[in-house]
């Protein structure tokens, strides 16, 4: 199961912190996904298990993503907000050959 936080309603140039806490297995990549209305999901960030990253372009040098393997929790910390940053965000996680998304998180940037 993965337990997603953190999203909420922040003005441009705003910061927040989403949390993702994943149960189970000890996951190879963990990552954030997003969704904005009428558009298709696409990546965020990644990290894989040794803490090597990847972000989409839009985002680089804003958000950073860390893991804490001891808790098995991933964290997206998104700085510099813009309005385009709007969107549902998904935890997803994967081992194995399988994949987990959760529930989703709104993330509303606006003034």
């Known amino acids: 199961q993965l337990q997603a936080s953190g999203g909420g309603l922040v003005q441009p140039g705003g910061s927040l912190r989403l949390s993702c806490a994943a149960s189970g297995s000890i996951f190879s990549i963990m990552g954030w996904y997003r969704q904005a209305p009428g558009e298709q999901r696409e990546l965020v960030a990644i990290?894989?298990?040794?803490?090597?990253?990847n972000y989409a372009d839009s985002v680089k040098g804003r958000f950073t993503i860390s893991r804490d393997n001891a808790k098995n929790t991933v964290l997206l910390q998104m700085n510099s907000l813009k309005p385009e940053d709007t969107a549902v965000y998904y935890c997803?996680?994967?081992?194995?050959?399988?994949?987990?998304w959760g529930q989703g998180t709104l993330v509303t940037v606006s003034s």
């Open positions: 990290i894989t298990l040794a803490g090597s990253t």
């Open positions: 997803n996680v994967r081992v194995g050959g399988l994949t987990y």
